[in-house]
């Protein structure tokens, strides 16, 4: 259990959209990952649940460092360094100690205002993928389910953040996540384990704990599939016979191209049942 200090912060979902019932529009919204009501405090650690840009995606994992208003952050966004770069009055300057007294002070003041300049968002500071921090006001996003005619039915306004200290596998669909530790004692069904272990972007960044081979289990259909595909590439792998005369076409396309390569490939062969069966279903 971790502890954490200080305030709470909740921010609840506002739900609109052109249905009324709200018992359907909470089924509707209650697939989205974006929660009802969102709880935090400083030292969360907290997961992005929607893509920012190149850097920040669905799946960057941060931790909230403060609270702070649209104004606040404006002031914060200019000088970083001189609240968190680590470095203790005492090592400084006389000269660079007043500096760093007064902008703080002028921050301090602002931030005291805060609650009258607007509303207070989390600032979380993101682990970037080239081991950069990136350090991020996060305000609301919205999720919506839409008809194909363009309207509405639901949408949620939320911050785009979870808490992190875990997920179960089925929230975790989806995600790519950097470092992650994985427990596999539970693993129920087929294909649970696979979509668990995909979720690292790399090994070095996977921690595995309670590991049975038994437990990764792949559904029969998937099996067969991959097998029908290795009876194809079987088939295709057989020497080719003298093309009929005339003038050879040119494939336009890698589909077309993939198809004369096959029709070629098979005549002058004699495929068993079981390949003439997958060939029929390919074509």
């Known amino acids: 259990m971790r502890s954490l200090v200080g305030k709470s912060y909740k921010?609840?979902?506002?739900?609109?959209?052109?249905?009324?019932?709200?018992?359907?529009?909470?089924?509707?919204?209650?697939?989205?990952?974006?929660p009802k009501v969102l709880e935090l405090k400083k030292g969360a650690q907290v997961m992005l649940i929607k893509n920012m840009d190149d850097g920040l995606v669905n799946g960057s994992l941060g931790k909230v460092s403060a609270f702070m208003s649209e104004?606040?952050?404006e002031l914060y966004d200019k000088s970083p360094n001189l609240f968190d770069d680590g470095i203790d009055d005492e090592d400084l300057t006389e000269d660079a100690r007043e500096e760093r007294s007064k902008?703080?002070?002028?921050?301090?003041?602002?931030?005291?205002?805060a609650a009258d300049a607007g509303r207070l968002y989390p600032l979380v500071k993101f682990s970037a993928a080239d081991g950069t921090i990136r350090a991020i006001l996060v305000q609301p996003e919205e999720w919506k389910v839409e008809l194909p005619s363009g309207e509405v039915q639901a949408q949620r306004s939320q911050l785009p953040l979870i808490l992190a200290w875990a997920l179960s596998i089925h929230k975790a669909q989806g995600q790519t996540l950097e470092r992650v530790k994985i427990d596999l004692k539970k693993i129920f069904e087929k294909g649970q384990a696979y979509v668990a272990l995909s979720r690292a972007t790399s090994q070095a960044g996977l921690e595995v704990q309670n590991f049975d081979k038994n437990k990764v289990m792949a559904h029969p259909r998937v099996a067969q599939f991959y097998d029908s595909l290795y009876s194809v590439n079987k088939a295709l792998k057989h020497p080719t016979v003298a093309k009929p005369p005339g003038p050879t076409k040119k494939a336009s396309n890698y589909e077309e191209e993939f198809m004369m390569a096959e029709l070629e490939q098979t005549r002058g062969y004699e495929f068993d049942d079981e390949e003439e069966a997958v060939l029929a279903a390919y074509g």
């Not at 921010?11 to 974006?34: H, W």
């Open 71 to 73: 104004k606040t952050f």
């Open 11 to 34: 921010y609840e979902a506002r739900d609109t959209g052109t249905i009324t019932d709200i018992a359907m529009r909470d089924k509707l919204l209650s697939n989205m990952m974006a």
């Open 103 to 113: 902008i703080r002070a002028t921050f301090l003041s602002a931030k005291e205002s």
